[in-house]
């Protein structure tokens, strides 16, 4: 027939080719990997437990497959009960005040809307986890320690945690590009807040050490 012929003309010129040229090159199987290896936690808010026992870790990754497999397998966060929270640490650093890469610093925190949750909520943290993971930050990225989701009925909150609050070069640097990023207009403002003031504080509000 006409059109075996070619097939056969291609064939032939195939088994001609080096081994080489025929097998994957390692760019199709090796994944791709991250700077850093991150840790994602749950936190579930049972009141007859406390508040380090119901945070859970989900898994680390260290590759930007395994990013993408473990952020396509679990429910985005609009889609969480009251209550709980998503945190996505380096591998190393628990999700609390108390660690010791956390205890001397703070955390640029975004505090959304009710009306937020459906239209900004999970895109924003999307964008938040991707700042993190592709260390967006320059050599600030170095201060970053993690970034926390909390889904709660007066207003969901996103923050990045960074190590130490007196670094302000490094901490302006992060809120400047992580407000870029988001896409913030220019009159909305988000603050700085260290961890000691957050934990120690008496009323509803912390002060901000910076903002931006
Ligand atoms: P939260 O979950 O950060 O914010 O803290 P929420 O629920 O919006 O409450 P608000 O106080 O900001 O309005 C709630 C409570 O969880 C805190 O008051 C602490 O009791 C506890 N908690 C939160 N964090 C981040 C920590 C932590 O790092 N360590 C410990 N020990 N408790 C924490």
Redesign the pocket.
Known sequence: MATSEPRGTESEDLSTESPTATTSSPEQYIKHPLQNRWALWY?KNDKSKS??ENLRLISKFDTVEDFWALYNHIQQPSKLGF?C?YSLFKDGIK????DDR?KLGGRWLMTLSKQQRHNDLDRYWMETLLCLVGESFDEASDEVCGA?V?V?P?GD?ISIWTANCQNREAIMTIGQQYKERLNLPMKAMIGYQS?DD??S?SG?TTKNMYTV
């Open positions: 936190f508040w380090t209550g929270d999700p609390m005040w108390e956390n926390v909390n709660r007066k909150k961890h957050t934990s504080k509803s």
